[in-house]
């Protein structure tokens, strides 16, 4: 079965730049989707096929996916950002999978 | 503005079945190629995909669970439900019911708000 690793906790001051990775095996090849989930709430999508954003993310809000590592980056962090990630892709063999999530702390 | 809402008991007894249903409104099911997804969230803990049917009635299941659950859609009411049977105190969980894209590789784009099942006697 295809998996997805995540590092459980990311912290960054506000006005810095996060980044949240998320690992496989050979992902760059994948399309990845990440999730924001803020407690007590259903996860939204903030990017999906790598580096799309939805309308009403704010651009701070990027993508990347190469190799091994897709990554999700927050720019300008605010306090407002401080929630749960995950990453998810669709795998042949597992179907639909996700990372084990991420918590970002704005410190 | 396509909305989903779960419905169903908040309370199984071990052994028995967990039954869920998912309403959509805003959309019809069966006028779009979407798929139509469960995903769960133990507390404390991150998320687990279910299993998913698309809207000609093709069922996709996680394998780990596949032997439990069944997915299906009723059109005319524009729902679609999940049963898992033979709970266990491992099966409790928030139960997310959400909407992914026309092809598998797509996103879930509108998730429901999620309702908490557990199971206890």
């Known amino acids: 079965s295809y998996v997805l690793t995540q590092p459980p906790s990311v912290s960054v001051a506000p006005g810095k730049t996060a980044r949240i990775t998320c690992g496989g095996n050979n992902i760059g090849s994948k399309s990845v989707h990440w999730y924001q989930q803020k407690p007590g709430q259903a996860p939204v999508l903030v990017i999906y096929y790598d580096s799309d954003r939805p309308s009403g993310i704010p651009e701070r809000f990027s993508g990347s996916n190469s190799g091994n590592t897709a990554t999700l980056t927050i720019s300008r962090v605010e306090a407002g950002d401080e929630a749960d990630y995950y990453c998810q892709v669709w795998d042949s063999s597992s179907d639909v999978v996700f990372g084990g999530g991420t918590k970002l702390t704005v410190l | ?121």
């Open chain 2, 1 to 121: 503005q396509l909305q989903l809402q779960e419905s169903g008991p908040g309370l199984v007894k071990p052994s028995e079945t967990l039954s869920l249903t998912c309403t959509v409104s805003g959309g019809s099911i069966s006028s779009s190629s979407y798929y139509w997804g469960w995903i769960r969230q133990p507390p404390g803990k991150g998320l687990e995909w279910i299993g998913s049917i698309y809207y000609s009635g093709s069922t996709y299941y996680n394998p780990s669970l596949k032997s439990r659950v069944t997915i299906s859609v009723d059109t005319s009411k524009n729902q679609f439900s999940l049963k898992l049977s033979s709970v266990t105190a491992a099966d409790t969980a928030v139960y997310y019911c959400a909407r992914r894209g026309p092809t598998n590789k797509d996103p879930f784009d509108y998730w429901g708000q999620g309702t908490l099942v557990t199971v206890s006697s």
